[in-house]
Every structure is written in structure tokens, then in C-alpha cells.
């Protein structure tokens, strides 16, 4: 290949994190592009990042969740206006996990949704641009709502040691929130807001920084608080929230899928009465069914790399589907992953072969998901 992957154009457009020194500081190898934003996504050996996020704690810079904050007098309207769940039932320092919808009942975005206020709302945006779909839906329609990008850039604290580190720079006031709640506070001022939320499936937490200025202080402290309990900076585990059966935005589901197809439709609450993009298309796909759906699969053999591309999905030599998350899992020796498939070949136990590049076709079955703790049991303990 004349390309180099590993090469990333570099220049002002792409932004640095108020954490990006930290990074480099503490080793960061390798970064993508999220958000328009460079994100760390590799300190070491992805494996032995993946282990140490199971035995002991691990500091993510995610700063590239960037935030759309809605505020203003017609605020909670406009925000109940973008999802099909239901925010009259989501209190004041709580979030949800919701999806933005189109009009054909499409996923725009599957952001975290925080309510600091009655009318005062941020998504914690996956990597597509909801500020600009926002302020569009906005435009014409005459409420009063000012949407815009805070100064605000989240970490992650996860793994099994999350709570010690975390009750070591906060106290007791941290480790009494629920899964999902949040509080906003101060340490040693620097102003942040604190949630019991993850992209991992294991105990976690992310702290949402109120002041760029104050990055390098923020990551210091925290890395100071879990010396004690070996936290590393790692970049995200694709192994640990495959096997949490948590979905990437942009490769499990796109704007061309519904949350019918991929398994989300519990974030629609079928008793909402207000109007919301996407009703009519969600009521109507709800009623008729889709005709695909993302399953849980198993491909045999030795252990896979992580997929770069959506890999084809055969049967009977022809390609009926698409890979579009595949790893292998050391704890549980197998290759796991996520197809987009045709209701007919979706079943649980169906046979299909997976052409794998560079590797040649592999054997797979159709398997229930998540692969790890499917009552969540973990991240709510």
C-alpha cells in the first residue's frame, strides 16, 4: 500500500484536546479523528490496556464527546423535540442514554444526555454533527433556544478500581451516585461535572472538564488520586465494549439504520405524547417490521485483528451482510463481533462464512449478545 494509515494529516482544523500534552506526556502511540478533534486511542499493547481495565483502573482522554448545550426558555421542549424518549422523565442531574432521530426515523447520533437544569440540557455527542443538525432544526421554528459548543471536555475513570480513585479526589458525594446520575462540583477548583457513566461495560465514571485552561491540572490530579491503585491512561477498549455488546456510531449503526435494526429500541418510549422527528417513520417501521437486523456472532479459527472495514458475510457463496465490529476476546478465547444481516440469516445458530481480508473465508454463527454480563450488572454495582 502507497498509504500509510498511521499517518494522519496534521494542521490547525484538527483540534487538540486541553489534555493533549497529558497525552503525549504519559505516551500516548497512536490518535484518530473524532469529532474533528485528535483522540488517543493506544498506549501500549491494546491487550494489556484491555487486562488492566479488568483488574484495575484506566484514565481515557475523550475529550472528542464533544458537547451540544441547549439552553434558553423553550429549551426542554426543543431537546424532547430531537428523541424518541420521553425527558419528562428524565430529572434534573440525571442522563439518559437517548438516540437523535431524522425524519425517516434514521440515527443521527446516540448521544449521552445530561439535564443540568429544567431547561438546560448537553449531548455527549459519538462522532457525527449534531450541533449543525440541531441549529438547522431550530432555524424556522421559533422558539427560544440558544444552541451552541461549551468550553467542556470529558475523561473517563474505569475498571473494577474506579470508585476508590474516584472517592480519593471527591468523597463520599461521588460514590453515592447511581448509574447515570451525575453532580457538578469543583476539586481544588477547577470546575467539572462528575457522572456515573462509561463506554465500557465495567464500573466507570467520566468527568466532564468546565475549563480547557485547566487540563493538564485535571489529568495530574487524577493520575495522582489512582497511583495507589495502578491506574494507567489507555486508550478505549474496542475488545471490552464488544463483549458489553456496546455499539459504535458509525460502523454497528449509521444515519441509514433504525433502532429497530440494531437492537435500540428500548430508547424509544412508545408512550411519549409529544411530537418528536422520526414519529411517524419509527411508529410506521415499529408496525411493518424490518427486514434486517445487527446479530452477535462467533467466527472460528485463530484470533482476528480488529476489523478496519465492514468484512463480507456469505452463505451459499453469496454476500448477504456486513461485518462491522469483529475482535477477539482473551478472556473468553473467541472471536466476537457484530454482522448486519438479513432477518433470514439472523436467527440464533445460524451457519455463515466471513471473508476476512488477507486471512480467506472463516466459519460463523449467529449468537445472542451482549457476550459479557448482559444485565449490566457490572457497571451498576
Request: hydrophobic content about 40%; aromatic content about 8%; overall charge neutral.
Amino acid at each position: 500500500m502507497t498509504f500509510d494509515m498511521n499517518q494522519i494529516q496534521r494542521g490547525a482544523r484538527l483540534r487538540r484536546s486541553p489534555f493533549f500534552e497529558a497525552t503525549q506526556r504519559h505516551g500516548a502511540k497512536a490518535y484518530t479523528v473524532y469529532n474533528h478533534m485528535l483522540f488517543p486511542v493506544c498506549f501500549g499493547d491494546l491487550e494489556e490496556e484491555y487486562w488492566h481495565l479488568l483488574n484495575h483502573v484506566t484514565l481515557w482522554d475523550v475529550s472528542v464527546e464533544r458537547q451540544v448545550e441547549i439552553t434558553g426558555p423553550d429549551a426542554f421542549i426543543f431537546t424532547d423535540m430531537l428523541t424518541p424518549r420521553d425527558l419528562s422523565k428524565c430529572a434534573v442531574g440525571q442522563g439518559k442514554y437517548v438516540v437523535i432521530t431524522a425524519d425517516d426515523g434514521g440515527i443521527i447520533n446516540d448521544p449521552v444526555l445530561l439535564r443540568l437544569a429544567e431547561n438546560h440540557f448537553w449531548l455527549a455527542l459519538a462522532d457525527s454533527d449534531v450541533l449543525l443538525w440541531a441549529r438547522g432544526v431550530a432555524l424556522n421554528l421559533g422558539l427560544r433556544v440558544e444552541i451552541k459548543e461549551p468550553d467542556v471536555s470529558p475523561l473517563q475513570v474505569q475498571g473494577p478500581k474506579a470508585k476508590e480513585v474516584m472517592g480519593a479526589l471527591f468523597g463520599d458525594p461521588v460514590l453515592k451516585l447511581r448509574y447515570y446520575y451525575f453532580l457538578e462540583t469543583r476539586l481544588d477548583g477547577i470546575p467539572v461535572v462528575v457522572t456515573r457513566t462509561g463506554w465500557t461495560g465495567e464500573v466507570g465514571y467520566e468527568i466532564y472538564l468546565r475549563d480547557g485552561a485547566k487540563g493538564d491540572a485535571l489529568w495530574e490530579r487524577i493520575m495522582q488520586a489512582g497511583r495507589a491503585h495502578h491506574i494507567r491512561p489507555t486508550g478505549p477498549s474496542d475488545i471490552r465494549r464488544v463483549e458489553a455488546g456496546i455499539l459504535n456510531w458509525g460502523a454497528d449503526m449509521t444515519l441509514e439504520n433504525n433502532v429497530y435494526e440494531v437492537g435500540l429500541e428500548r430508547l424509544v418510549d412508545r408512550d411519549k405524547r409529544a411530537a418528536y422527528i422520526g414519529k411517524d417513520a419509527l411508529q410506521r417501521i415499529q408496525s411493518e417490521g424490518v427486514r434486517r437486523k445487527l446479530a452477535g456472532i462467533e467466527i472460528e479459527g485463530g484470533r482476528i485483528e480488529f476489523n478496519t472495514s465492514k468484512w463480507p458475510v456469505r452463505t451459499g457463496g453469496e454476500t448477504v451482510g456486513r461485518v462491522t465490529s469483529a475482535i477477539y476476546s482473551p478472556r473468553l478465547k473467541k472471536n466476537i463481533g457484530y454482522a448486519m444481516l438479513p432477518l433470514a440469516h439472523a436467527a440464533l445458530g445460524t451457519s455463515l462464512r466471513v471473508e476476512i481480508p488477507g486471512v480467506g473465508e472463516r466459519k460463523a454463527t449467529v449468537v445472542s449478545m451482549p457476550f459479557v454480563d448482559p444485565d449490566k450488572e457490572i457497571p451498576k454495582a
